[in-house]
């Protein structure tokens, strides 16, 4: 039982904590302490969802829904061009660092909460980590594949949790008007690295 919880913690943290678009989205809002608690929960549910139905045998099923690939890859890769030149326009036009919680608007949590799903459920590497991946390495725990679950969830909440709020021990150094420059500048380039491996498979 402990073997097969633990052994699910740590395959969730090695598999999750790849920087990636949803990773960076959530570090991004934790900068600003912006719908950090929902966006954190949303994160940790999506991937529960998405490792239960790995752990029950979904992704033998996603197998042969071999149109459900490509229409994720290309719209994915639609949405994560979009949001990257956003980032960029954001890099490129903002003169501000994190200004004061007082002195700027706060984007609206709906909008917010759907860029946050997108990111999670547009991206077929999240099914390939968590359906399929331990999906099937769950079978070496024979009756034992829920507490295997439970364990990659643990590690989903607890990384989100730790990244959205501990991103602002960070917010001394994004003072700089410059250093969030950058820091969108990187989201950009990371969203679109990403598209691009997704169109080219």
């Not at 678009?21 to 959530?26: C, H, K, L």
């Not at 079978?139 to 643990?154: K, T, W, Y």
């Not at 003072?175 to 380039?189: L, V, Y």
Request: glycine share 10%; aromatic share 14%.
């Amino acid at each position: 039982m402990f073997e097969a919880y633990f052994t699910g913690l740590a395959l969730g943290f090695s598999l999750i904590v790849a920087i990636g678009a949803q990773n960076a989205f959530v570090l991004r809002q934790g900068l600003r302490r912006e719908h950090v608690f929902p966006i954190c929960l949303i994160c940790s549910l999506s991937d529960a969802v998405l490792i239960i139905f790995g752990v029950t045998g979904f992704h033998e099923l996603s197998v042969r829904l071999i149109w459900l690939e490509p229409v994720l890859r290309y719209g994915g890769a639609a949405f994560l061009f979009w949001y990257g030149a956003k980032s960029l326009l954001a890099a490129l036009r903002s003169s501000e660092s994190l200004l004061a919680d007082t002195e700027r608007p706060e984007a609206p949590l709906g909008r917010t909460l759907l860029i946050c799903l997108a990111l999670t459920w547009l991206n077929p590497h999240v099914y390939l980590d968590t359906v399929v991946m331990l999906g099937m390495l769950s079978r070496g725990f024979a009756g034992l594949e829920r507490f295997f679950a439970v364990g990659a969830m643990s590690a989903s909440l607890i990384f989100f949790f730790s990244l959205g709020y501990g991103a602002r021990l960070l917010r001394p150094l994004f003072a700089n008007p410059g250093i969030w420059r950058i820091f969108e500048g990187c989201i950009a380039a990371l969203m679109w690295f990403i598209a691009i491996k997704l169109l080219l498979g």
